[in-house]
């Protein structure tokens, strides 16, 4: 696996030169000029989470490979496409799904919204923080779901002395990083007028994901 800091601008260059697409038409079909690109593939400057993930999508291969942090073009969790076909079509035969399903959409809309906020505000300390507490949290889930098969062991995780214990710390540690990142950064680019323009159509998801936090908030707090 490469480190140097210029695996992006390669593995940008390659994934698209291995597409056969001109940078022009790339340029084009990621929302930006062909200028910015040749300097994003030139390493000349550095790209945003928006279009990093948008590159990611384009060319078919994870961020993860982009970022060099793998060598696999294709990592599992670039399978949530066929996840999702696959409890969709659940969800139209079996009841049972539906719920998952709206959870899963609900979610999903939200992630992208909230990492697009997190790019216009363009705080690393922010973006980190919120993620570190994301991924905690879909690792607890991960954990409770594998482990509710009693045949499936324990041994699987390699934190398991105190693991709840240290579960509660880590969240509340992760709070605590969360706000004093927030007082620091500067969020004037994200507007309510901005969100509606590029969202619109997923707004009535993360809307209905909000009032279920507000209304299980204001149960525990009554």
Partial sequence: MKEDGKVFAMRLTEARTEKGIKQKDAAEALGLSQALLSHYENGIRECGLDFLGRAADYYGVSVDYLLGLTDAKKAVLDLGD????????????????????????????????????????????????????????????????????????????????????????????????????????????????????????????????????EADLRRKKG
């Fill in 82 to 213: 066929e996840v999702s076909e696959r409890l969709d079509e659940k969800g139209k035969r079996m009841t049972g799904s539906v719920l998952p399903t709206l959870c899963r959409k609900q979610i999903l809309s939200g992630v992208n919204l909230l990492y697009y906020m997190l790019e216009k505000i363009g705080s690393n300390e922010l973006t980190s923080a919120v993620s570190d507490d994301i991924l905690l949290a879909v690792y607890n889930g991960f954990r409770t779901a594998y482990l509710t098969n009693a045949e499936n062991e324990e041994s699987f995780f390699g934190v398991r002395d105190g693991y709840f214990a240290a579960l509660v710390r880590r969240r509340d540690e992760h709070l605590g990083e969360i706000i004093r990142a927030a007082a620091k950064a500067d969020g004037k680019g994200v507007t309510e007028d901005d969100i509606e323009k590029e969202f619109g159509a997923s707004l009535s998801a993360v809307n209905n994901m909000m009032k279920n936090c």
